[in-house]
């Protein structure tokens, strides 16, 4: 047996490189592609076209957040608060009277006003956009403090005065002298304050208030009273503590003598939804609410909400009725979904995702017609095939398991090549093949 000359005995294959979708093939200098004709470079540059302007408008956007986050004041927007600078705060007055050395606590709940007034301290109660609970009325009258309570609705004005005052409604006029003797009224002199108060009786223990800025008609503005244990003031009239109106008359002389009695003012300002009352508090299921931060008589709600959910989903449930099989009205031949799944690939130039289909196949079928079993690897497939074809170990491996085409058209001699390779194939395969059966046709036939 002759041996072939070097330059043509079939190189030894080499070990197999992994592409997409096939077997791993000979290793080659060519660069990795990863995928359908793309590096790793090239995919992240993909990715970072598609993502930089979602990424850049979430960039400005939190951007914007923290630029607002820093230079936004720390100041509210509630009126009468000691920290809003609006003319319907009351920043002014609580700004002088930090400098005069009083501590403004300022809180919202009553809870917390009852837990940090006491004896020796003013609790200022500012005007409620709602209205206060019988309990929390009670809570605050047994804190101990001196009170101080502008424009009180009816309830708060009997109790806290002990029925010797009763609320009714006036207007505005002109400044008028106190024509009292409290010594707080005295010093603001005249004011322009809206009337609101009159006296009912002599009041419990005979504490009489003093009532000052009177309108003629039976009303004051202004009212205090003394008791054994503390004082109650009660105003009228909230422009003496608003910004906007703290500076008419002698409107800050009264606000500051006031609340500057003590070195400790707690400064409430009254949330609409808060059902506190500092003792004994109820639970969140007792008040009827799903849970510490929703409103009270949530949780009825939110029941008849999930009723209504239910009963609405069997109502639609018992309409649409039951599932019903039907077939497809249209059968898609295979042949059609291949040619179609091919223009898709030809029109998105995946030319890796395609050839690695169509050389995973290639390798499989040629596996079969060899008698490889389908668990052979690729160093086992490319030596059968270069053993059937006597065709370079490379040029199989490359054929079977190389890179993905590239996007230039190859040149004649490789397209010569595989076309005779192709040829000198389909000649064994016909060899190959056992010769078709002849049927003798009768004569009566021809």
């Known amino acids: 047996m002759t041996s072939l000359p070097p330059d043509l005995a079939p190189a030894p294959p080499t070990p197999p490189t992994a592409v997409s979708g096939a077997p ?16 790793g470079r090239s995919r992240a540059a993909s990715r970072w076209r598609r993502m930089r302007w979602p990424l850049t408008v979430l960039f400005v956007i939190v951007l914007l957040v923290a630029f607002l986050a820093v230079v936004r004041p720390a100041t509210s927007a509630d009126s009468y608060a ?8 009351g920043m002014a007055v ?8 009083v501590r403004v606590t300022h809180v919202t709940r009553v809870a917390d006003a009852v837990s940090a007034a006491g004896p020796d301290s003013t609790l200022l109660i500012a005007p409620n956009p709602s209205f206060f609970a019988d309990d929390q009325i009670s809570a605050l009258n047994r804190t101990g403090a001196d009170l101080v309570v502008l424009e009180p609705d009816f309830d708060m004005v009997g109790s806290i005065s002990q029925d010797t005052l009763e609320a009714t409604y006036g207007e505005s006029g002109d400044p008028v002298a106190p024509q009292c003797d409290d010594p707080t009224a005295r ?21 009489r208030p003093a009532l000052c800025w009177p309108d003629g008609l039976g009303g004051y503005a202004y009212a205090r009273l003394e008791f054994p244990d503390r004082s109650v003031t009660v105003v009228s009239d909230a422009a003496v503590l608003r910004n906007g109106t703290v500076l008419d008359e002698g409107n800050a002389a009264l606000a500051l003598r006031m609340l500057g009695e003590h070195e400790d003012l707690v400064w409430l300002v009254p949330d609409p939804m808060d059902v506190s009352t500092g003792d004994d508090e109820p639970t969140p299921a007792q008040r009827g609410q799903v849970n510490a931060l929703m409103p009270p008589g949530s949780a009825p709600v939110a029941l008849i909400a999930v009723l209504a959910a239910v009963l609405l989903a069997l109502w639609r449930v018992r309409r649409m009725g039951p599932l019903v099989v039907e077939d497809l009205p249209v059968l898609v031949r295979s042949a059609e979904a291949t040619r179609g799944r091919a223009r898709l690939y030809r029109a998105a130039r995946a030319r890796g995702h395609a050839a690695a289909g169509l050389r995973a196949s290639a390798a499989d079928r040629v596996a079969t017609r060899l008698g490889l079993a389908r668990s052979s690897d690729a160093n086992t497939v490319v030596d059968a095939v270069v053993a059937a074809t006597n065709r370079p170990s490379q040029q199989v491996a490359d054929l079977l398991y190389g890179p993905p085409p590239l996007t230039t058209p190859r040149s004649p001699s490789s397209r010569a090549d595989s076309t005779s390779w192709r040829a000198r194939s389909t000649d064994r395969d016909r060899t190959s093949r056992p010769p078709p059966e002849r049927t003798c046709a009768h004569a009566s036939d021809r």
Request: proline letters at 9%.
């Open 24 to 39: 791993a093939g000979p290793t080659n200098d060519a660069p990795v592609i990863i995928g359908d004709d793309t590096t």
């Open 82 to 89: 000691p920290d809003n600078p609006e003319d319907d705060g």
């Open 94 to 101: 609580a700004e002088v009277l930090k400098d005069q050395g």
């Open 187 to 207: 010093a603001a002199g005249e004011l322009a304050l809206r009337p609101g108060l009159t006296e009912t009786s002599t009041g419990a223990d005979g504490v």
